[in-house]
Structure formats: C-alpha cells, structure tokens
C-alpha cells in the first residue's frame, strides 16, 4: 500500500527502517531536552483499504485505552490513533509490533508515529 510514497502524506521525515525511524525520535526528543520516558501524548498513523477494516481497527485500540479516530482519505482509511505514555525502547517496539499486526490483520499498514515535546 506505502501511502506515503503515492503522495498522499506530505512534509513528514521518512526512514526507510522503522527501527532507525523510531530511534530517531527518541533521540530527537532528548535533544529537544525532553525526557522521552516522561508520560507524553504520541499519534500513530495506520491506513487501511477499508472502511470496515478501519472501524474494527479503531473499536479494537478504543477497548485498549487508546482514543482513535476514523476518516476517509483520497486512496484508503485513515485511524488516527493516540495515547499517553512514557516513551522507551521496549514501549516503542512492542507498541509498533502491536500495530504492525493489527494493521495487517485487516488488510491495512502501520505507517508509524510521533509524539509531543514537553
């Protein structure tokens, strides 16, 4: 699917290995002076080719905790999914794993995150 590459999200830093992606972050808030492990809100991004994949996407992190919003874009869904939580990389990798997998599981992508400075 890869989204991004067909254009339709702009003006966001890509890295083509999700674990150098995510170790930026980490790295960009901490020189940003912040304490990555400080609870903090962070946005994760996956699109699915559905909107009833979606809406399942959606309902399934919402029974988690998560807040998830729905919306259809120019070529697939997109769920919007926040939470807060404080941020290290056991929290990063499992959280990506679980929403790789989800993702998947209804046809969709992950197409990763970011998260508020302090």
């Known amino acids: 699917m ?4 067909q254009g339709e999200v702009r003006g966001v830093e890509r890295v083509d290995d999700a674990l150098e ?3 930026l972050v980490l790295d960009h808030l901490a020189r ?3 304490d990555p492990s400080a609870p903090r809100e962070c946005r994760h991004y996956l699109y699915l080719p559905g909107e009833s994949g979606a809406r399942a996407v959606a309902r399934s992190l919402v029974r988690e905790g998560w ?4 919306e259809e874009t120019s070529v697939a869904w997109l769920v919007t999914a926040t939470t807060v939580v404080g941020l290290n990389d056991c929290v990063v990798r ?3 794993t679980r929403l790789q997998s989800l993702a998947a599981h ?4 992950y197409d ?3 998260a508020a400075a302090d």
Not at 2 to 5: H, I, K, S
């Open 106 to 109: 209804h046809g969709g992508e």
């Open 2 to 5: 890869e989204l991004w590459r």
């Open 67 to 70: 807040d998830a919003d729905v």
């Open 32 to 34: 940003l002076g912040c």
């Open 112 to 114: 990763g995150w970011e």
């Open 94 to 96: 499992s959280t990506r």
């Open 21 to 23: 992606a995510d170790a």
